[in-house]
């Protein structure tokens, strides 16, 4: 799944980061429905989250609604003051 419209802002300025959220998964028991992924995303919009703290945040809930057998979470974040970030976490991880 692809999500190109995710929004949080910086905790230090209160400035919006932007992300494309690309989120890989095999299925356990359950599976996600797009429209409440779509709106769980949104719930972060007005939520101030350092780019790895959010991706992990992300993978962790995602984790514990679903209990899939593997999962994968890439996070590309347009560039600010001239650099862009991409995270990546994974479950299970490894060590």
Known sequence: MVCPEFTCVCPMTGQPDFATFTITYVPGPRLVELKSLKQYLWSFR??????????????????????????????????????????????????
Do not use: C
């Open 46 to 95: 007005d939520e101030g989250h350092f780019h790895e703290d959010v991706t992990n945040i992300v993978l962790k809930d995602l984790v514990a609604a679903l209990d899939p057998r593997e999962m994968r979470i890439e996070a590309k974040f347009n560039i600010r003051g001239g650099i862009t970030t991409t995270v990546r976490t994974r479950y299970p991880s490894i060590a």
